[in-house]
């Protein structure tokens, strides 16, 4: 400022002179260094600096006015003088708050008032001024919100990056330590209003302010979530197009890399317990020992594809346990009323087809992950299902998305239909063929309800095709039914299944739980082990009390007789009072009656009768090769008791049977640790299991929570090269090869010493081994001589 101006304030030059210095050698960064670091001796300076801020900002003003209706330029040394003294008030206000205390409402009120209108230079300094009183908390970051949106508008770039990035930081700091849910209440309602104004370009600026907090995760909550999805029914195109992609970028697809599964450690391989894997030991004995080498080795192949199926599987449900994947469309109040609204708005608007497109994913989405109906999508969907559209693909992921199991099954099949018809014929291109037959496996992964006997069927048939893709999708399907309904597939493409009476739920059907997954794995073992240790029992006995038997002239069982016994009372009859007799083996049935006789030899005649005529029942039961006779258990057990020559054996088979009911009444059906351990192994067993019975099938495995990614939809078809590509290839595959060279041209290019195999040739050997090496040189020579045979080549000697 001129020495006119400060006369004409009434501020001297003398007073400058405080700190010992004049005023021509004082310079603002020199006295703003002096003043933090001794602040109460130059309040002087203070108010001198904040008057002539104060001077300048009315003589700018009045400029400015003058400028506006006369058309003249303001003075550039002006507002270079006003934003010096703006900043250097700025950095020294800390120091001085008492003093400053209206200095950041004078910026503020300023910047509102002639934000557009001033030179850009002015203008950031101005607003870096109003940036560091409020980084020095001088200011509330609420006060200043709606200006720093408004300075977003301006036209400025820079300017617009500059305060973008102060409102992110702010309100991130402000909430790093702990959340103070009323500013943010404050500050969250300040955005939404501007964000439902007709201005275009405030409400873009909101917009992108909340998704990128959201994004962060500084407002991740149901108010900003809900307000982002809200934004998709705004009247600007532009603000829709903006949150509707914010929303479907923020799901991110989640592929399921086989890489990792693939690349298995050597450590998984010698023990495949390490990754909660269990392989019975005949299927590893049978692939390294058993067999060929060729066999062998399809089988280590085959046991390879299990434990990677298996590994697979555990990952993909420890992903869904964990439950990583979010999307704002899950905090929707109205999932139900957001889905028609923009249904309607899509079938109303004339917007081109990529907007079309993004429309269509969201209303997918959100009936997927809200199992909603909204069964006029359907139809719609159906009029872009061709294979000649664009982004076919796409769509058909979005078609596949909005199905779930409690959407009726008749109002997809006409979409399910035109899938089928339009992509899945003779006539149609490989690469259709094969979209569709995905497509067909993921709606049929959501809703098996829609798959007919003879639809299914004549899908399987592609299975055969040249085509690799095809052949592998339907295959793909194949193996989705062996697990979901093996019935609708034809005997010889039921492979084994697990189930083989498996059936899809109904609609509306829902299975509780009524007890703990994998309850009746554990039940299962411990029959099965109650069943070995009641053989090792009878072993033990018929050892032991042999010889008792022997003397009484009841010949003691076999252990086949017994464990045939044993495995027809477990699963040989349907009722559960019956008693398998007989068998496929006469002895057996002889074996059994003697020892029935035997064991009631003491009864009347009538016993006797009886039992002759069970004999020759028998007997016509062999004769006639008609299925094993059935006796009561009371009959057998009443005459058990009333023998007085019953084993012991008998006796305790009979107290278990009697016991049995009383013990499994009397368990409290508590599981403790080791349970849920063996339940665990338990099911790793069956996955074992299952997965060696693919026969390297790949088993379709899709989460319906998830976005479905289009790319796992196409056909990737690689098609024949040409000539020149094939070259092409040669050469770039040449590029880091090294010169042929012969063996002999490397040798005599060698530098250094000798190599080992030239070292033992000049060893001395024992005697032995060169006897040994002469030996083997002249059995090999004959045996060369016997291969060439009579063979002569070369000149006859005679003639």
Same mark, same amino acid.
């Given at each position: 400022?001129?020495?006119?101006?400060?006369?004409?304030?009434?501020?001297?030059?003398?007073?400058?002179?405080?700190?010992?210095?004049?005023?021509?050698?004082?310079?603002?960064?020199?006295?703003?260094?002096?003043?933090?670091?001794?602040?109460?001796?130059?309040?002087?300076?203070?108010?001198?600096?904040?008057?002539?801020?104060?001077?300048?900002?009315?003589?700018?003003?009045?400029?400015?006015?003058?400028?506006?209706?006369?058309?003249?330029?303001?003075?550039?040394?002006?507002?270079?003088?006003?934003?010096?003294?703006?900043?250097?008030?700025?950095? *020294?206000?800390?120091?001085?708050?008492?003093?400053?205390?209206?200095?950041?409402?004078?910026?503020?009120?300023?910047?509102?008032?002639?934000?557009?209108?001033?030179?850009?230079?002015?203008?950031?300094?101005?607003?870096?001024?109003?940036?560091?009183?409020?980084?020095?908390?001088?200011?509330?970051?609420?006060?200043?919100?709606?200006?720093?949106?408004?300075?977003?508008? *301006?036209?400025?770039?820079?300017?617009?990056?500059?305060?973008?990035?102060?409102?992110?930081?702010?309100?991130?700091?402000?909430?790093?330590?702990?959340?103070?849910?009323?500013?943010?209440?404050?500050?969250?309602?300040?955005?939404?209003?501007?964000?439902?104004?007709?201005?275009?370009?405030?409400?873009?600026?909101?917009?992108?302010?909340?998704?990128?907090?959201?994004?962060? #995760?500084?407002?991740?909550?149901?108010?900003?979530?809900?307000?982002?999805?809200?934004?998709?029914?705004?009247?600007?195109?532009?603000?829709?197009?903006?949150?509707?992609?914010?929303?479907?970028?923020?799901?991110?697809?989640?592929?399921?890399?086989?890489?990792?599964?693939?690349?298995?450690?050597?450590?998984?391989?010698?023990?495949?317990?390490?990754?909660?894997?269990?392989?019975?030991?005949?299927? *590893?004995?049978?692939?390294?020992?058993?067999?060929?080498?060729?066999?062998?080795?399809?089988?280590?192949?085959?046991?390879?594809?299990?434990?990677?199926?298996?590994?697979?599987?555990?990952?993909?449900?420890?992903?869904?346990?964990?439950?990583?994947?979010?999307?704002?469309?899950?905090?929707?109040?109205?999932?139900?009323?957001?889905?028609?609204?923009?249904?309607?708005?899509?079938?109303?608007?004339?917007?081109?087809?990529?907007?079309?497109?993004?429309?269509? #994913?969201?209303?997918?989405?959100?009936?997927?992950?809200?199992?909603?109906?909204?069964?006029?999508?359907?139809?719609?969907?159906?009029?872009?299902?061709?294979?000649?559209?664009?982004?076919?693909?796409?769509?058909?992921?979005?078609?596949?998305?909005?199905?779930?199991?409690? *959407?009726?099954?008749?109002?997809?099949?006409?979409?399910?239909?035109?899938?089928?018809?339009?992509?899945?014929?003779?006539?149609?291109?490989?690469?259709?063929?094969?979209?569709?037959?995905?497509?067909?496996?993921?709606?049929?992964?959501?809703?098996?309800?829609?798959?007919?006997?003879?639809?299914?069927?004549?899908?399987?048939?592609?299975?055969?095709?040249?085509?690799?893709?095809?052949?592998?999708?339907?295959?793909?399907?194949?193996?989705?039914?062996?697990?979901?309904?093996?019935?609708?597939?034809?005997?010889?493409?039921?492979?084994?299944?697990?189930?083989?009476?498996?059936?899809?739920?109904?609609?509306?059907?829902?299975?509780?739980?009524?007890?703990?997954?994998?309850?009746?794995?554990?039940?299962?073992?411990?029959?099965?082990?109650?069943?070995?240790?009641?053989?090792?029992?009878?072993?033990?006995?018929?050892?032991?009390?042999?010889?008792?038997?022997?003397?009484?002239?009841?010949?003691?069982?076999?252990?086949?007789?017994?464990?045939?016994?044993?495995?027809?009372?477990?699963?040989?009859?349907?009722?559960?009072?019956?008693?398998?007799?007989?068998?496929?083996?006469?002895?057996?049935?002889?074996?059994?009656?003697?020892?029935?006789?035997?064991?009631?030899?003491?009864?009347?005649?009538?016993?006797? @009768?009886?039992?002759?005529?069970?004999?020759?029942?028998?007997?016509?039961?062999?004769?006639?090769?008609?299925? @094993?006779?059935?006796?009561?258990?009371?009959?057998?057990?009443?005459?058990?008791?009333?023998?007085?020559?019953?084993?012991?054996?008998?006796?305790?088979?009979?107290?278990?049977?009697?016991?049995?009911?009383?013990?499994?009444?009397?368990?409290?059906?508590?599981?403790?640790?080791?349970?849920?351990?063996?339940?665990?192994?338990?099911?790793?067993?069956?996955?074992?299991?299952?997965?060696?019975?693919?026969?390297?099938?790949?088993?379709?495995?899709?989460?319906?929570?998830?976005?479905?990614?289009?790319?796992?939809?196409?056909?990737?078809?690689?098609?024949?090269?040409?000539?020149?590509?094939?070259?092409?290839?040669?050469?770039?595959?040449?590029?880091?090869?090294?010169?042929?060279?012969?063996?002999?041209?490397?040798?005599?290019?060698?530098?250094?010493?000798?190599?080992?195999?030239?070292?033992?040739?000049?060893?001395?050997?024992?005697?032995?081994?060169?006897?040994?090496?002469?030996?083997?040189?002249?059995?090999?020579?004959?045996?060369?001589?016997?291969?060439?045979?009579?063979?002569?080549?070369?000149?006859?000697?005679?003639?």
């Amino acid at each position: 400022m001129s020495a006119g101006n400060l006369l004409a304030s009434g501020m001297m030059p003398e007073s400058l002179s405080a700190s010992g210095k004049s005023s021509e050698r004082l310079s603002l960064p020199l006295l703003q260094s002096k003043m933090k670091i001794d602040p109460e001796g130059y309040t002087t300076e203070l108010g001198l600096i904040y008057n002539q801020f104060i001077s300048a900002l009315d003589l700018f003003k009045q400029q400015a006015a003058i400028s506006f209706s006369s058309g003249a330029c303001a003075d550039a040394s002006i507002s270079k003088e006003l934003g010096d003294r703006t900043l250097f008030l700025a950095h *020294v206000a800390p120091f001085y708050a008492k003093q400053l205390s209206q200095f950041p409402r004078q910026l503020v009120e300023f910047l509102k008032s002639s934000a557009r209108s001033l030179p850009f230079g002015l203008r950031a300094h101005v607003t870096q001024a109003l940036i560091l009183l409020v980084n020095r908390q001088m200011v509330e970051i609420s006060e200043t919100l709606a200006l720093f949106m408004e300075l977003q508008t *301006v036209g400025d770039r820079n300017l617009r990056k500059l305060a973008f990035t102060h409102v992110i930081q702010s309100i991130k700091r402000m909430n790093k330590k702990h959340k103070n849910e009323t500013k943010n209440r404050a500050l969250q309602n300040i955005l939404f209003t501007m964000l439902q104004q007709e201005d275009e370009a405030l409400a873009k600026r909101a917009l992108n302010t909340l998704c990128e907090l959201h994004r962060r #995760k500084v407002w991740f909550d149901d108010r900003t979530a809900n307000a982002i999805c809200m934004a998709c029914f705004h009247s600007s195109s532009r603000i829709m197009i903006a949150a509707l992609s914010f929303v479907l970028d923020y799901e991110k697809i989640q592929e399921d890399d086989d890489s990792d599964c693939d690349d298995l450690s050597s450590d998984d391989e010698a023990n495949p317990q390490n990754a909660h894997i269990v392989i019975s030991k005949e299927a *590893v004995y049978k692939a390294n020992h058993s067999g060929t080498s060729a066999s062998k080795k399809k089988k280590k192949a085959k046991l390879q594809r299990a434990i990677r199926s298996m590994k697979r599987q555990q990952r993909l449900s420890s992903e869904k346990n964990s439950s990583t994947y979010y999307s704002p469309l899950n905090h929707l109040k109205d999932a139900q009323g957001f889905a028609e609204k923009l249904l309607s708005r899509l079938q109303t608007c004339n917007e081109r087809f990529e907007i079309k497109m993004m429309l269509m #994913k969201v209303i997918a989405r959100t009936i997927g992950l809200h199992h909603l109906i909204l069964l006029n999508f359907y139809p719609f969907l159906q009029r872009y299902c061709q294979p000649h559209q664009r982004e076919i693909t796409n769509l058909l992921a979005t078609a596949v998305q909005a199905c779930h199991d409690l *959407v009726p099954p008749d109002a997809v099949e006409p979409l399910f239909r035109q899938i089928v018809n339009q992509f899945i014929h003779d006539g149609s291109r490989p690469e259709a063929i094969a979209v569709g037959l995905n497509v067909i496996r993921e709606i049929c992964v959501r809703m098996p309800l829609l798959m007919t006997e003879d639809l299914l069927q004549d899908l399987v048939l592609y299975k055969k095709e040249h085509q690799k893709a095809v052949s592998a999708a339907a295959r793909s399907l194949m193996v989705l039914f062996r697990e979901v309904c093996p019935s609708l597939l034809v005997k010889k493409d039921r492979g084994r299944p697990v189930n083989p009476k498996a059936r899809p739920k109904a609609y509306g059907e829902n299975h509780v739980a009524s007890a703990v997954p994998g309850t009746e794995l554990l039940e299962g073992d411990y029959n099965s082990d109650s069943d070995d240790k009641t053989d090792d029992d009878r072993d033990d006995e018929s050892q032991f009390h042999g010889s008792e038997d022997d003397d009484d002239g009841v010949p003691a069982a076999s252990d086949e007789e017994e464990e045939n016994g044993t495995e027809d009372e477990d699963g040989g009859s349907d009722d559960e009072d019956d008693l398998l007799v007989g068998s496929d083996d006469g002895e057996s049935e002889n074996s059994v009656d003697e020892n029935d006789s035997d064991l009631s030899s003491d009864e009347g005649d009538e016993n006797n @009768s009886d039992y002759e005529k069970m004999d020759d029942a028998n007997d016509g039961a062999e004769v006639s090769n008609s299925k @094993s006779n059935k006796r009561k258990r009371s009959d057998v057990d009443e005459k058990l008791l009333v023998s007085g020559d019953s084993s012991l054996r008998a006796l305790k088979r009979l107290a278990e049977e009697k016991f049995k009911p009383q013990q499994d009444e009397g368990e409290d059906g508590i599981l403790s640790n080791e349970d849920f351990r063996r339940i665990k192994q338990l099911k790793a067993k069956e996955a074992a299991k299952r997965a060696l019975g693919q026969h390297g099938f790949k088993q379709p495995t899709s989460d319906p929570t998830k976005p479905l990614d289009p790319s796992k939809l196409e056909a990737h078809i690689r098609h024949k090269l040409n000539k020149e590509q094939r070259l092409a290839l040669v050469k770039a595959g040449r590029e880091d090869r090294v010169k042929y060279q012969s063996r002999t041209a490397i040798k005599q290019n060698k530098t250094g010493g000798m190599s080992n195999r030239q070292k033992e040739h000049k060893k001395k050997m024992p005697l032995a081994a060169k006897r040994h090496k002469i030996a083997k040189s002249r059995v090999e020579k004959r045996k060369k001589v016997d291969r060439l045979g009579k063979q002569f080549r070369g000149r006859k000697a005679w003639k």
